[in-house]
């Protein structure tokens, strides 16, 4: 799209602007140099029909330098380019020198400069994919007559009582669900007298109590939340738009001053593919695992929950959420899986498991005391080590009482009903595959892992549903949903 206004676009679409580029503190006049910027999801460049000064793009070490780059478009939009480093520069003689760079993210409606500094009176406008079946409000309802005509009925007030807003303590933020729609008349209105109606659903962040704060804490903040709705909706979900709101230059206006404010809109490359993600029907019962109405009472403490516990639910999951976005090698895949399980019991299981240890530590303490006591010198510290000696929680072990600790019908839904001699079979199959495809020995080694791709599919499968129960329970969703949930979706 190369002659429309880039603001009113999505991360989901693409352009190519021509403009004019130049360097912050230069002149747009006598130093702009005329150019193309291209965004296409998977990359954003800026292609030159000239190059700027090489002492600033190449550092002396001969290093491409990290550059902002400020310009104009043709349609009169301003640019921010952060993060831009030389792709290439060529120069001809007789002729003219062409540039272009590799572009990280981009800001467009303002000049924006990027920096780890708060700022006052932050707002921030941002929409998911798939936003409308996840905020499923009851916008437009139809009903039907006796002899069979449908009345359309559009209420645009209702959502209101529907929407919430969520205080996130950690982040020091306001989360509120909100909806906006435009009317638009038909431009054939003399033959035709529909009417559309364009509705968005989106959130707002603001800081708590008009507190400063950085981009760079609430666009982590939005990535956050953006894991949790993975684990929540059970898709990969990607950015379709980000504006940034912030405080512009004051005037006087005779004795009135007014305030202006700088609306930017965020572009930058999602990581997997969002025109290929799966498109979620509101109406489907099983287009995503659980439903915003399912939870709408207990969203604020599970948001809560998954913020304050954040580098504990990343070491759990992420590896298995990066699989969702970027699917890996089929061993990787399983490993990755193995890996959340292994690290969620370690970060949550084990609390039971502290409990229990605090009883038994007065206990200790009395052992080692009438130790000390009663056994010489010489072999005290002997004595005293075996009292102390715990031995570590294996991956089998860890994995084994995740199993056991299913509840019954999604246990025997996965795996069948095992006795305790198949299920400490399953636990060695998956451990020796485990070991098998980190270490690569050789597979006679490893007589019970799983070496075919079927199996180590159904494996995986197994496994991550495994991994999504504990961490939707962990956050104090209701395990009866979560149980009912995972039959109904993963394994019909």
Same mark, same amino acid.
């Given at each position: 799209?190369?002659?429309?206004?880039?603001?009113?676009?999505?991360?989901?679409?693409?352009?190519?602007?021509?403009?004019?580029?130049?360097?912050?503190?230069?002149?747009? #006049? &006598? !130093?702009?140099?005329?150019?193309? @910027?291209?965004?296409?999801?998977? /990359?954003? +460049?800026?292609?030159?029909?000239?190059a700027?000064?090489?002492?600033?793009?190449?550092?002396?070490?001969?290093?491409?330098?990290?550059?902002?780059?400020?310009?104009?478009?043709?349609?009169?939009?301003?640019?921010?380019?952060?993060?831009?480093?030389?792709?290439?520069?060529?120069?001809?003689?007789?002729?003219?020198?062409?540039?272009?760079?590799?572009?990280?993210?981009?800001?467009?409606?303002?000049?924006?400069?990027?920096?780890?500094?708060?700022?006052?009176?932050?707002?921030?406008?941002?929409?998911y994919?798939?936003?409308?079946?996840?905020?499923?409000?009851?916008?437009?309802?139809?009903?039907?007559s006796?002899?069979?005509?449908?009345?359309?009925?559009?209420?645009?007030?209702?959502? #209101? &009582? !529907?929407?919430?807003?969520?205080? @996130?303590?950690?982040s020091?933020? /306001?989360l +509120?669900?909100?909806?906006?729609?435009?009317?638009a008349?038909?431009?054939?209105?003399?033959?035709?007298?529909?009417?559309?109606?364009?509705?968005?659903?989106?959130?707002?962040?603001?800081?708590?109590?008009?507190?400063?704060?950085?981009?760079?804490?609430?666009?982590?903040?939005?990535?956050?939340?953006?894991?949790?709705?993975?684990?929540?909706?059970?898709?990969?979900?990607?950015?379709?738009?980000?504006?940034?709101?912030?405080?512009?230059?004051?005037?006087?206006?005779?004795?009135?001053?007014?305030?202006?404010?700088?609306?930017?809109?965020?572009?930058?490359?999602?990581?997997?593919?969002p025109?290929?993600?799966?498109?979620?029907?509101?109406?489907?019962?099983?287009?995503?695992?659980?439903?915003?109405?399912?939870?709408?009472?207990?969203?604020?403490?599970?948001?809560?929950?998954?913020?304050?516990?954040?580098?504990?639910?990343?070491?759990?999951?992420?590896?298995?959420?990066?699989?969702?976005?970027?699917?890996?090698?089929?061993?990787?895949?399983?490993?990755?899986?193995?890996?959340?399980?292994?690290?969620?019991?370690?970060?949550?299981?084990?609390?039971?498991?502290?409990?229990?240890?605090?009883?038994?530590?007065?206990?200790?303490?009395?052992?080692?005391?009438f130790?000390?006591?009663?056994?010489?010198?010489?072999?005290?510290?002997?004595?005293?080590?075996?009292?102390?000696?715990?031995?570590?929680?294996?991956?089998?072990?860890?994995?084994?009482?995740?199993?056991?600790?299913?509840?019954?019908?999604?246990?025997?839904?996965?795996?069948?009903?095992?006795?305790?001699?198949?299920?400490?079979?399953?636990v060695?199959?998956?451990?020796?595959?485990?070991?098998?495809?980190?270490h690569?020995?050789?597979?006679?080694?490893?007589?019970?892992?799983?070496?075919?791709?079927?199996?180590?599919m159904?494996?995986?499968?197994?496994?991550?549903?495994?991994?999504?129960?504990?961490?939707?329970?962990?956050?104090?969703?209701?395990?009866?949903?979560?149980?009912?949930?995972?039959?109904?979706?993963?394994?019909?």
């Amino acid at each position: 799209m190369g002659n429309s206004k880039v603001k009113v676009l999505s991360l989901l679409d693409t352009f190519n602007i021509d403009g004019k580029w130049f360097l912050p503190g230069q002149d747009i #006049d &006598s !130093d702009g140099i005329y150019g193309t @910027v291209v965004y296409d999801l998977k /990359s954003i +460049s800026l292609r030159m029909q000239g190059a700027f000064d090489e002492s600033v793009t190449v550092g002396p070490d001969r290093k491409n330098n990290i550059i902002t780059i400020l310009g104009i478009s043709n349609m009169g939009e301003r640019f921010t380019l952060l993060g831009c480093s030389v792709d290439h520069m060529q120069y001809s003689y007789p002729g003219y020198p062409t540039s272009s760079f590799y572009v990280s993210k981009c800001y467009v409606g303002d000049y924006f400069i990027e920096n780890e500094n708060d700022i006052e009176d932050l707002e921030v406008e941002l929409s998911y994919l798939n936003m409308d079946a996840w905020m499923q409000y009851p916008v437009i309802n139809s009903s039907y007559s006796e002899d069979g005509k449908c009345t359309l009925e559009i209420d645009l007030l209702s959502p #209101d &009582s !529907d929407r919430a807003k969520y205080i @996130v303590h950690d982040s020091e933020l /306001s989360l +509120s669900e909100e909806v906006k729609y435009k009317i638009a008349n038909p431009k054939d209105y003399l033959q035709d007298e529909a009417i559309g109606v364009s509705i968005n659903r989106f959130y707002r962040i603001c800081p708590m109590d008009e507190q400063k704060i950085s981009i760079t804490k609430v666009f982590e903040f939005m990535q956050q939340y953006r894991r949790l709705l993975v684990m929540l909706i059970g898709v990969p979900v990607y950015f379709s738009y980000i504006d940034y709101s912030i405080p512009g230059e004051a005037y006087k206006n005779g004795t009135k001053e007014t305030k202006t404010r700088k609306h930017v809109r965020f572009f930058f490359s999602q990581v997997g593919d969002p025109l290929k993600t799966k498109r979620i029907n509101p109406s489907d019962p099983f287009s995503m695992l659980l439903r915003r109405s399912e939870i709408k009472a207990d969203l604020g403490g599970i948001i809560n929950k998954w913020v304050s516990n954040t580098e504990k639910y990343n070491n759990s999951c992420a590896s298995y959420i990066s699989d969702l976005y970027l699917p890996s090698y089929i061993e990787t895949t399983f490993l990755n899986v193995a890996k959340g399980l292994e690290a969620f019991h370690r970060f949550f299981a084990e609390k039971e498991q502290d409990k229990k240890d605090q009883v038994l530590e007065s206990e200790r303490n009395r052992i080692i005391d009438f130790i000390k006591n009663n056994v010489s010198k010489d072999n005290l510290d002997y004595f005293i080590s075996r009292v102390n000696y715990q031995d570590d929680i294996t991956f089998g072990r860890r994995v084994k009482e995740l199993i056991k600790q299913l509840p019954e019908e999604l246990r025997n839904r996965l795996f069948g009903p095992l006795n305790s001699k198949e299920r400490n079979k399953l636990v060695t199959q998956i451990v020796q595959t485990r070991n098998y495809w980190t270490h690569r020995d050789r597979v006679d080694e490893y007589p019970e892992a799983i070496i075919s791709p079927m199996e180590l599919m159904d494996t995986i499968h197994k496994l991550r549903v495994v991994l999504q129960y504990y961490i939707l329970i962990s956050l104090g969703i209701d395990d009866k949903l979560i149980e009912r949930r995972l039959i109904e979706k993963c394994l019909r």
